[in-house]
């Protein structure tokens, strides 16, 4: 990029650019994308629960939700089922297979972040995290 921005409007430039190139590279490492393996990695840690309250706790919006777990159920990697005290209700269980799926994508994804991650210092590492957020925090505090 040439030097036609602020120092800040290439920050932004630059983080933009890095959220897709990570996105891209972590699924061709991992073979899965970090939105999916996200949901699998809140529904290891429970036994089954509302597509809705999965929803919430990723933070993705609904329609990429549905989208997701539709795929992983054609991959067998998730059931989901209607609620029968409530049939608006659909509930989501992470399968066998999506339980092995996590269980090898934890290697995937440590061997993607060391490589990512090479050459940077703890102290840099520490620097980075502390940076990132308090720009979270800035954002979620702008008003729209």
């Known amino acids: 990029m040439t030097t036609c921005c602020s120092q800040e409007g290439e920050i932004l430039y630059q983080l933009q650019s890095l959220h897709k190139v990570i996105g891209a590279k972590f699924e061709a490492c991992t073979g899965i994308s970090q939105s999916r393996l996200e949901l699998l990695a809140v529904l290891f840690h429970v036994d089954e629960i509302s597509q809705s309250d999965l929803q919430k706790k990723v933070n993705i919006d609904g329609a990429a939700v549905t989208r997701h777990l ?32 996590i269980e090898t994508s934890k290697k995937e994804k440590e061997r993607f972040i060391k490589e990512m991650l090479a050459g ?25």
């Open 70 to 101: 539709k795929q992983l159920e054609a991959k067998e990697m998730v059931t989901r089922r209607r609620k029968p005290e409530d049939n608006r209700i659909i509930l989501v269980r992470l399968t066998e297979q999506g339980r092995e799926r």
């Open 120 to 144: 940077v210092s703890a102290e840099e590492r520490s620097m980075l995290k502390n940076v990132l957020s308090q720009m979270q925090k800035n954002i979620e505090n702008m008003k729209a």
